[in-house]
C-alpha cells in the first residue's frame, strides 16, 4: 500500500525503482494547500535519499486533473510589506522536485494550472494525457505566478511565448502544449497517460543511474553558464563517468548481445 505524506494528500509508492508520487486532494482538483506542500516536500526528499529509487514520477488522482494551483480557499489579504514577507509563498515544495538529481517525469491529465503546472515545469520530463489544460491564471488574481514559472516557462518555451501565456492568462490543451514544448510527448488517451509515462520512468531507471543524473546536471547548471564553461561543465561530468563500473558494463553487455545490469557503480 501507498505511504502517505502530509496526511493523504500526498501519496508515494515505490515500484521497481520508480518512486510514484500522486497528489491526492481530487476533491478540491489537488489545489495546493498546506498538506499538499508538506507531503511533496517530505515525499521528494525521502525518494532523493532512498537508494533504491532511480526515477520519481509525479502524478495526480481524481478525474478531473493533475492540480489547479495554490488553494484560492487559503488566499488572505495582508496589510503591509513586512506582514506579506511573513506569508509570502512557501516554495519548498517546488524547489524539493527541483531539487531532485535523479529525473522526475510529471504525467499530466485535466487542469494544470498555475502552482501545479510549476510543479510539472519543476520536473524534467512532461508527458500529458489529451485531456490535459494548461495555464499560468495568475495574472487574473492580481498575481503573478510565484513558483518558478516566470523563470522556469520561458527557459523551456522561450520568452515570446511565456510572456503571452502569463500576461494572457489563457488556458491551453494537449496538442498546444506538445507543439510549444511544454510537453514532450502526448499519450494516445486518458487511459494510457499512466502506463505511458510509468513505462518511461521504468526505461529510464534502467539505465545507469549515474548517467542519467549527469545528464541533468549539465543540462541544469549548464543553462546558467556560458557556452565555454557549458562545455567544461560536460567534459568533467563525461570524465567522471569513464571511472565508473556502469560504462564498462554497458560495454562488456554490448560485446556479449545481452542488456546491462547497471549499479550506479
Ligand atoms: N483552490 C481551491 N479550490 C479550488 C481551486 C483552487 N485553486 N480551483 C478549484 N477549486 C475548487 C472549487 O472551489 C470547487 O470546489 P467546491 O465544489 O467546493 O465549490 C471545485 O474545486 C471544482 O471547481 P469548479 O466548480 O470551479 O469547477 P469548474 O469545472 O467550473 O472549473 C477550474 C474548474 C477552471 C479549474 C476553476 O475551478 C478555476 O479556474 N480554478 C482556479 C484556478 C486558478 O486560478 N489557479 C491558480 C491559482 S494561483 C497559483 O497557483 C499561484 C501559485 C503561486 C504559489 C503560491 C504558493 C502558496
Given at each position: 500500500a501507498p505511504e502517505s505524506h502530509g496526511g493523504s494528500a500526498v501519496l508515494v509508492e515505490r515500484r521497481n525503482g520508480v518512486g510514484i508520487v500522486t497528489l491526492n486532494r481530487p476533491d478540491a482538483?489537488?489545489?495546493?494547500d498546506m498538506a499538499v506542500r508538506r507531503g511533496l516536500t517530505r515525499a521528494c526528499r525521502d525518494l532523493e535519499a532512498d537508494?533504491?529509487?532511480r526515477t520519481v514520477l509525479i502524478r495526480a488522482a481524481g478525474a478531473r486533473g493533475f492540480c489547479v494551483g495554490a488553494?484560492?480557499?487559503?488566499f488572505r489579504q495582508v496589510e503591509s510589506a513586512v506582514a506579506a514577507r511573513r506569508v509570502a509563498p512557501d516554495i519548498a515544495y517546488i524547489d524539493a522536485v527541483a531539487a531532485l538529481t535523479k529525473p522526475a517525469i510529471a504525467a499530466v491529465h485535466g487542469f494544470c494550472l498555475g502552482g501545479g503546472f510549476e510543479i510539472a515545469l519543476a520536473c524534467d520530463i512532461r508527458v500529458a494525457s489529451p485531456d490535459a489544460v494548461f495555464g499560468l491564471p495568475e495574472v487574473n488574481l492580481?498575481?503573478?505566478?510565484?513558483?518558478g514559472g516566470t523563470q522556469r516557462l520561458p527557459r523551456l518555451i522561450g520568452s515570446g511565448r511565456a510572456l503571452d501565456l502569463m500576461l494572457t492568462g489563457e488556458r491551453f490543451g494537449a496538442e498546444e502544449a506538445l507543439r510549444l514544448g511544454v510537453v514532450s510527448r502526448l499519450a494516445p488517451s486518458r487511459e494510457a497517460l499512466d502506463e505511458q509515462a510509468l513505462a518511461l520512468a521504468d526505461a529510464i531507471a534502467a539505465k545507469s543511474p549515474t548517467a542519467a543524473a549527469y545528464v541533468k546536471e549539465a543540462v541544469k547548471n549548464g543553462a546558467d553558464l556560458d557556452l565555454a564553461a557549458g562545455i567544461a561543465l560536460e567534459k568533467t561530468l563525461f570524465t567522471l563517468l569513464l571511472t565508473t563500473e556502469d560504462r564498462m558494463e554497458a560495454a562488456a553487455a554490448f560485446r556479449e548481445k545481452r542488456r546491462p545490469v547497471f549499479t550506479g557503480r
Amino acid at each position: 500500500a501507498p505511504e502517505s505524506h502530509g496526511g493523504s494528500a500526498v501519496l508515494v509508492e515505490r515500484r521497481n525503482g520508480v518512486g510514484i508520487v500522486t497528489l491526492n486532494r481530487p476533491d478540491a482538483l489537488n489545489a495546493i494547500d498546506m498538506a499538499v506542500r508538506r507531503g511533496l516536500t517530505r515525499a521528494c526528499r525521502d525518494l532523493e535519499a532512498d537508494p533504491d529509487i532511480r526515477t520519481v514520477l509525479i502524478r495526480a488522482a481524481g478525474a478531473r486533473g493533475f492540480c489547479v494551483g495554490a488553494d484560492i480557499k487559503e488566499f488572505r489579504q495582508v496589510e503591509s510589506a513586512v506582514a506579506a514577507r511573513r506569508v509570502a509563498p512557501d516554495i519548498a515544495y517546488i524547489d524539493a522536485v527541483a531539487a531532485l538529481t535523479k529525473p522526475a517525469i510529471a504525467a499530466v491529465h485535466g487542469f494544470c494550472l498555475g502552482g501545479g503546472f510549476e510543479i510539472a515545469l519543476a520536473c524534467d520530463i512532461r508527458v500529458a494525457s489529451p485531456d490535459a489544460v494548461f495555464g499560468l491564471p495568475e495574472v487574473n488574481l492580481g498575481l503573478i505566478p510565484g513558483a518558478g514559472g516566470t523563470q522556469r516557462l520561458p527557459r523551456l518555451i522561450g520568452s515570446g511565448r511565456a510572456l503571452d501565456l502569463m500576461l494572457t492568462g489563457e488556458r491551453f490543451g494537449a496538442e498546444e502544449a506538445l507543439r510549444l514544448g511544454v510537453v514532450s510527448r502526448l499519450a494516445p488517451s486518458r487511459e494510457a497517460l499512466d502506463e505511458q509515462a510509468l513505462a518511461l520512468a521504468d526505461a529510464i531507471a534502467a539505465k545507469s543511474p549515474t548517467a542519467a543524473a549527469y545528464v541533468k546536471e549539465a543540462v541544469k547548471n549548464g543553462a546558467d553558464l556560458d557556452l565555454a564553461a557549458g562545455i567544461a561543465l560536460e567534459k568533467t561530468l563525461f570524465t567522471l563517468l569513464l571511472t565508473t563500473e556502469d560504462r564498462m558494463e554497458a560495454a562488456a553487455a554490448f560485446r556479449e548481445k545481452r542488456r546491462p545490469v547497471f549499479t550506479g557503480r
